[in-house]
């Protein structure tokens, strides 16, 4: 057996010496050196052993970390030192330490990044209430029928009087709402590289500061024109390209692997629980206020979090002022293999012909689609085709988010169970969990389209959709950080550009495939959705990854 001690390093038997079944004391983690070399002598360089290796030895470094501050704690706060993976832990006593202070500080922070981003998609149905249908021609016979309680061509007298209405075309609608991601796509790739130059905080802290700024001046830029609003929607989405970059910036400084699926989906519930507030809320707003109100309130309350969240984030852990030393060094400590962030320059080359990263891209493309698909278009499809008023509206729109958000957080939680139990490797696990939030909504869209007129089977069937997509949360949608930790936030932000460009084509395709025959065209619409979806699930399946790839290591960028 390895024999290990404060001054030295000696493993006479590398063949009897595992980390998954010998001890080693924790001192060892106060020279980085010595673990380095401790892993690479006992892993040896097979891919597959070298991964679930790893595993075991970040477990141990963690139990290590926690005895050690044990040790040094007194009594009454070594419930602070307690093993924060262990399976018997509640969720509560996770909450006290820094790393999740900062997953519900970011949990608020997309919260508000999507409020934000949806609220013109319920408004926009206030701004052109009883012209869309009557803009185009609409030669389709089998539109569902009014429902005995909706009003849909009488429902402008629930809004307030001195509202606005513009004569917008369903084609027009499409343009507006696919603005946004034209100017989120321009700064996906620089948001990756000013975070890695730069830090994750004042990348992401500036803006949302943007971002809340200008949608402020929505309602000014409508009464202009639909080509001021477009221009307006360009810059949002320029503002807030370079957030989800900058996110992943600080979670490959913060999250130890082990915890990575947990909290970073724990962040991005913010997103669909943003979502789900804010469509019934805005629909209250428009009906008792004015739709330009929904900008002005959650632009305002954007601005103050802004304040928030410049006075309680830190960059990385050594930046922390209340920090506990075990936690500080059970997160260094695990992240010690992956490197620190890039410099001024990147692989690109080796990234271009890297195959797991392009398994990324195509699914982050085929999936988003889908899911904005549904964020933008979602309450059109209610109000046009279902004839739901504006507070049925808002409230259904917001119902499969609800699921949505948590399914992110459940999904977290169960793919780091299986990976601390060793059950499964990285890549089958981010597999796994991509099968489930990839197919089973496909296949619930597909139901939708040969629902028609059900009401209630409609609005299952896209709750299930919405709520299942959320396991993607831990499956290719981190699996940027798993292969590549060094450059989390510069992938993520060419991996989300792929996502953005679907983002730009299908509102528009949706307006273009509904503007002549509502009910066939939203079939279609579904039925693309399905279909791309399915295609990027097998690809990825097939090409996708969970180790880091060669030209990630921090020795190959200095070579």
């Not at 016979?141 to 509202?163: I, L």
């Amino acid at each position: 057996m390895a024999c290990l001690s404060r001054d030295s390093l000696f493993v006479p038997n590398l063949n009897s010496w595992h980390p998954c079944r010998n001890e080693f004391p924790h001192p060892i983690l106060k020279n980085k050196r010595r673990f380095l070399l401790l892993l690479h002598l006992s892993c040896g360089d097979a891919p597959g052993r070298r991964t679930r290796c790893q595993l075991c030895l970040q477990e141990r470094m963690q139990q290590s970390a926690e005895n050690a501050e044990a040790e040094a704690c007194p009594e009454s706060d070594q419930e602070d030192a307690s093993p924060l993976l262990n399976q018997q832990l509640s969720f509560g006593k996770g909450l006290c330490s820094a790393r999740y202070s900062l997953a519900l500080i970011l949990h608020f922070s997309l919260f508000m990044v999507y409020s934000l981003r949806v609220n013109l998609s319920i408004a926009i149905v206030a701004m052109t209430n009883g012209t869309n249908p009557g803009s185009l021609p609409n030669n389709s016979t089998d539109v569902c029928p009014n429902r005995s309680h909706a009003q849909p061509n009488d429902s402008h007298r629930e809004f307030a009087q001195e509202a606005p209405v513009y004569d917008w075309s369903a084609k027009t609608q499409g343009v507006i709402l696919s603005a946004f991601f034209y100017g989120y796509l321009f700064t996906q790739l620089l948001g990756g590289y000013w975070s890695g130059m730069f830090g994750g905080k004042l990348v992401l802290g500036y803006g949302l500061l943007s971002t809340s700024a200008l949608t402020l001046l929505v309602p000014l830029a409508a009464s202009l024109g639909a080509p001021y609003l477009i221009g307006l929607q360009a810059l949002l989405g320029m503002a807030e390209g370079v957030i989800f970059p900058a996110q992943y910036t600080l979670w490959a400084k913060w999250a130890p692997p082990l915890e990575r699926s947990r909290l970073m989906n724990l962040a991005e519930a913010g997103c669909t629980f943003g979502t789900f507030i804010t469509f019934p809320a805005a629909g209250i707003i428009c009906q008792y206020l004015g739709w330009p109100y929904i900008f002005f309130i959650f632009g305002g309350i954007g601005c103050v979090w802004c304040v928030f969240w410049f006075l309680l984030v830190y960059e990385d852990p050594s930046c922390h002022p209340r920090i506990s030393a075990g936690e500080k060094e059970y997160i260094v400590s695990s992240l010690a293999n992956q490197g620190s962030s890039h410099g001024r320059s990147l692989p690109l080359l080796a990234m271009m012909k890297s195959l797991p990263l392009w398994a990324i891209a195509v699914a982050y493309f085929c999936n988003d689609w889908l899911f904005y698909t549904l964020l933008t278009s979602m309450p059109t499809y209610m109000s046009d085709v279902l004839h739901f008023d504006i507070r049925e509206n808002g409230l259904l729109s917001a119902l499969p988010y609800v699921g949505n958000w948590l399914g992110t957080i459940v999904s977290g939680l169960l793919a780091d169970f299986l990976l601390s139990k060793h059950m499964f490797s990285t890549a089958t696990v981010r597999k796994l969990f991509s099968v489930l939030g990839m197919l089973l909504p496909a296949i619930s869209l597909v139901a939708v389209s040969y629902v028609g007129c059900d009401y209630t089977a409609a609005v299952v069937f896209l709750t299930l959709s919405m709520t299942v997509i959320s396991m993607c949360g831990a499956g290719f949608n981190i699996n940027q950080i798993d292969i590549a930790p060094r450059y989390a936030g510069f992938l993520l932000g060419v991996t989300n550009t792929f996502g953005t460009v679907s983002g730009i084509i299908a509102p528009t395709a949706v307006g273009f495939l509904t503007s002549q025959d509502l009910l066939t065209g939203w079939r279609n619409v579904f039925f693309v959705s399905a279909a791309l979806n399915l295609f990027g699930l097998l690809f990825y399946v097939t090409f996708g990854s969970g180790t880091i790839q060669d030209w990630a290591r921090e020795d190959t960028a200095l070579q």
